[in-house]
């Protein structure tokens, strides 16, 4: 069998990877990821939640960590990483669901987050940034010509990265291609106009990735649930897997691994509290550690429900508990004729007092983060033992049905951690801002400007496509400098206006955003063209779907990955499906028996009267681009400051379980070898 070592990927770059990684940490993408959170959106109240940018740099860690441990080139994974989730939106995989619904609407690209960041990574010109870093490279132009070319095995590790794969998927050989950036770009056009995007990674250490960012993400996920207070304790399901997998013997029995769980968990508590009161076993201290136990005791006798309160509602309630018993404390302790040193003394106490009882009431968190990095290291663990012996990288049977176990439980719950105007003000709101910009766009000449940008055309290589490259009618620049007005573009940089309340007019922060966009479209440089081949291509793909699901021909597979879960978005689609169905029928007769010939008999001339229409298409791709790259609070200003949203929506609670669909049923989480998630005895391991 051949060392999985010697699958090692050498590269130019390993001699300036630290260029790379300082661009990428000086990109915008990554000061964005601190704007986003992982399950749901992140508001300012919630610093303590995992940010998109902590889970990348996890990811990237772990990535590297299993690189290493293999032999593998750790420094191309782990830049690779760092990178990996460039183009996810606001809200986390709600945000995906969000513009995938305008594209379905609207006939234009499908959202995926993978495929997005390399049009982020693109767009920033992060290759560019990291070789101009090179000392003396404007004098090694076959240094720079090579790096350049080698740039597309990162983004590789970006665009097949995508974790939410089958088991079958996540093992699978990699398909042909004659290079890398062939690779890239054909992965790029299936992703964003046929709704394929799970790939498979051109090389070994790329293959890493799906399984890091799960890792990653499983841990961090429960924490912040945990957190939020949306999970108050492990349900036996998760009880079962946890004694599967942190148990060193085999374990036939749910109720064995249940119970397994629960004494480990238990010795985890015993630990943590050896840890805290290894300076309490100091005789001087075990006053204070008797005045902290009171101190809890009346916390939980004052704050009702305080185990099932969220960190920071905890935080608050207890403080103020504290700060009462504290002020007694001092005045109980304090004399009148106490010197000055015995004041410190006292103090001093106090101090240990406070410490003592936070330690304490932050036992849960502790032991929760204690659990989540056992759970991790296993896995890490077993990769590493696996993909050793086996030559490539892979799980063992085993725990390759307790990572899909994991990956099963953890998206149980992450519908309930999404806020209720997630699901219904944003998508109305998100769908009126793209149309907005996308408006802006086309009337002030932005989109025409990129049609008939000679250098934009070259990199169009479709004849196809060159022949819908064109705008109808002729707009001079009268007409386009009117509208260039009324929408705020500036050709030189201005400041926002703002009222007395500190938020702008709604006609100035529309005017900001359209400007912004406005120049997004004019700096997109070759990216423009690879979108609009995409987007051509998608106009085809959307109109072939809707016209087979009108006639209840689209396979099952294909129905779970176009329908967006998000009504406003499915009721217009379905309303579309209705009217072609209709036309359908009267032109054939019946919608029975149909043959492929009359689907694409059909559908030719809708598809080419959407294509005639492509500046407006593309208009709306490029506006979605642009807003999909906010954050989760940039995203909530526009949409409040614009005035398609009333700032006290984002107020009204977590959606609960209200009967949206279960992710599960959205990915395929099949668990080989048997599902722990719900009871079963696995007597096969």
């Known amino acids: 069998m051949e060392d999985i070592s010697s699958k090692k990927l050498h590269l130019e770059w390993d001699n300036y990877i630290g260029y790379l990684i300082e661009a990428i940490g000086e990109s915008n993408f990554m000061k964005r990821a601190e704007d986003k959170g992982m399950q749901t959106s992140k508001n300012s109240l919630e610093a303590h939640i995992t940010s998109r940018a902590r889970h990348v740099t996890a990811a990237a860690d772990i990535s590297k960590r299993i690189a290493e441990g293999l032999g593998l080139n750790a420094n191309y994974i782990y830049a690779g990483m760092l990178m990996h989730d460039a183009g996810h939106p606001f809200t986390a995989h709600d945000g995906e669901e969000l513009f995938t619904g305008i594209g379905e609407v609207d006939n234009v690209e499908y959202y995926h987050h993978n495929a997005k960041g390399i049009e982020t990574i693109i767009s920033e010109n992060i290759c560019e940034k990291a070789v101009s870093k090179i000392p003396n490279i404007k004098n090694r132009p076959e240094l720079r010509k ?15 990265h995508d974790g939410e794969a089958s088991a079958n998927e996540m093992n699978s050989e990699p398909e042909e291609y004659p290079d890398i950036r062939t690779a890239v770009f054909e992965k790029l056009r299936l992703s964003n106009a046929t709704n394929n995007y799970k790939f498979i990674a051109q090389t070994t250490e790329g293959r890493i990735a799906k399984y890091a960012d799960v890792i990653a993400y499983l841990s961090t996920d429960i924490q912040d649930r945990f957190r939020l207070g949306i999970q ?36 985890i508590k015993e630990e943590k509290l050896m840890q805290l009161v290894s300076d309490a076993r100091a005789i001087e201290n075990r006053e204070i550690i008797e005045e902290a136990d009171k101190l809890i005791k009346k916390i939980r006798e004052r704050v009702e429900n305080y185990e099932n309160l969220t960190d920071a509602q905890q935080k608050e309630q207890a403080g103020k508990v504290i700060e009462r018993y504290i002020k007694n404390y001092r005045k109980e302790h304090q004399t009148e004729n106490m010197s000055d040193e015995d004041k410190k003394y006292l103090e001093a106490d106090i101090t240990k007092l406070k410490e003592f009882t936070r330690k304490k009431l932050r036992m849960r968190s502790a032991v929760i983060e204690e659990i989540t990095s056992r759970v991790r290291e296993k896995m890490i663990q077993n990769l590493l033992k696996e993909s050793k012996a086996k030559g490539d990288i892979t799980f063992s049977d085993n725990m390759k049905r307790l990572f899909f176990t994991a990956k099963k439980l953890n998206y149980k719950y992450v519908p309930e951690t999404k806020w209720n105007y997630l699901a219904e003000e944003l998508p109305v709101a998100t769908d009126k801002l793209v149309h907005m910009v996308a408006l802006a766009l086309r009337k002030t000449g932005a989109i025409e400007s990129k049609f008939y940008d000679k250098t934009m055309r070259k990199h169009v290589t479709e004849p196809e496509a060159i022949k819908y490259l064109k705008t109808l009618g002729y707009t001079d620049e009268e007409g386009h400098s009117k509208y260039r007005k009324k929408y705020g573009i500036r050709f030189i940089k201005g400041g926002s206006k703002f009222t007395s309340e500190g938020k702008r007019e709604i006609n100035i922060a529309r005017q900001e955003l359209c400007n912004a966009a406005y120049h997004y479209v004019l700096d997109s440089g070759e990216l423009f063209a690879i979108q609009y081949q995409n987007t051509f291509h998608a106009i085809e793909n959307q109109i072939t779907l809707k016209i087979k699901e009108a006639l209840n021909l689209l396979p099952q597979n294909e129905k779970k990955k176009r329908k967006t879960d998000i009504e406003y978005f499915d009721k217009k689609v379905a309303r579309q499906e209705e009217y072609i169905r209709k036309k359908f029928i009267k032109k054939y007769g019946s919608a029975e028996n149909v043959t492929e010939e009359q689907i694409k008999e059909f559908a030719k001339p809708i598809i080419k009267r959407e294509r005639k229409k492509i500046e407006g298409k593309m208009a709306i791709q490029m506006a979605i681009n642009y807003i999909s790259g906010m954050g989760d609070s940039a995203m909530r200003t526009h949409a409040e400051e614009c005035g398609f949203i009333e700032p006290s929506k984002f107020e009204n609670g977590f959606r609960k379980n209200d009967g949206r669909k279960n992710l599960n049923d959205k990915y395929d989480i099949t668990v080989p070898g048997g599902d722990t998630a719900h009871g079963g005895d696995e007597e096969e391991r």
Not at 146 to 160: A, I, P, T
Not at 235 to 264: C, H, M, P, T, W
Request: glycine content about 2%; charged content about 45%; overall charge negative.
């Open 146 to 160: 090579k790096l350049e070319d080698e740039f597309y095995y990162f983004l590789d590790v970006v665009v097949s």
């Open 232 to 267: 108050k304790d492990f349900d036996q399901d998760y009880l079962e897997f946890l004694g599967d997998i942190l148990s060193d013997d085999y374990i036939a029995k749910r109720e064995e691994k249940i119970e397994v769980a629960k004494n480990i968990i238990e010795e």
